[in-house]
């Protein structure tokens, strides 16, 4: 978005539903929103396909793998998933400023976004590191507003694409510096899976991401296991 020659970054600039996919972007909103205070939850998951894929609640038909990693670091949790396919950045500010996480008091937040922003195609256009990380700051400055006492873990962006030296991994790695670094500056937990999801020669396998993005109960065994020790010590 240009306005009087000046480039507006639109990874900050909240917007509903951009792009078709597999299921009801909207409908899903008001499930959350329906869902949230009755869940309770103690952990918030805040993304884009890869969380929403993941389980939880509320119900996805979408769901990947067959749960046996959610269960594995969920299960002892009430856990609202906030995850939505085809989410950027400025979608998450969206639903935040429009009612999801209101009223919520969790203990954890666990934000994994981003990924989207680096895709161009008819209805947004693809967005620099640097910009990127300013979409994530402005989501990590809602959640501190409205979950005020939440440990924020962010993670690094995910591997895409099969070969190592595909031009998007390069910019995710920039993308990726720039949330450390913020994470770093805010006091926040910072975890990049990346080395775990790739094989030994920096490929992205099938085995793990299909379509080299979304994850396979592979790649979700590995999310599950970096998250375990962050989650809220039970009684």
């Not at 999801?100 to 969790?106: C, T």
């Not at 990726?176 to 805010?186: D, G, P, T």
Request: aromatic share 8%; hydrophobic share 35%.
């Amino acid at each position: 978005m240009t306005i009087e020659g000046k480039t507006i970054n639109t990874a900050v600039i909240p917007v509903s539903k951009l792009e078709e996919d597999s299921y009801d972007w909207w409908a899903r909103h008001e499930q959350v929103l329906s869902v949230q205070r009755t869940i309770d939850p103690q952990v918030v998951l805040i993304g884009d396909s890869i969380t929403h894929f993941w389980g939880g609640e509320p119900w996805s038909a979408q769901v990947h793998g067959n749960r046996e990693a959610w269960n594995s670091v969920f299960a002892p949790y009430r856990v609202l998933n906030m995850g939505f396919g085809w989410d950027r950045t400025q979608n998450v500010l969206w639903r935040l400023d429009h009612g999801q996480l209101d009223g919520l008091n969790p203990q954890t937040v666990v934000i994994l976004i981003g990924t989207n922003n680096t895709s161009e195609t008819e209805n947004a256009r693809a967005n620099s590191p640097e910009e990127i990380a300013d979409g994530l700051r402005a989501i990590c400055d809602r959640v501190e507003a409205k979950a005020s006492g939440a440990r924020i873990v962010i993670m690094a962006v995910f591997p895409r694409e099969h070969e190592p030296d595909h031009p998007r991994r390069r910019t995710i790695a920039e993308i990726n510096e720039r949330y450390a670094a913020i994470a770093q500056e805010r006091g926040y937990g910072f975890v990049d899976i990346g080395p775990q999801l790739l094989e030994a020669d920096g490929t992205l396998s099938q085995e793990t991401a299909p379509d080299y993005c979304h994850l396979t109960e592979r790649g979700y065994g590995h999310w599950a296991e970096a998250l375990r020790p962050l989650l809220p010590q039970l009684p």
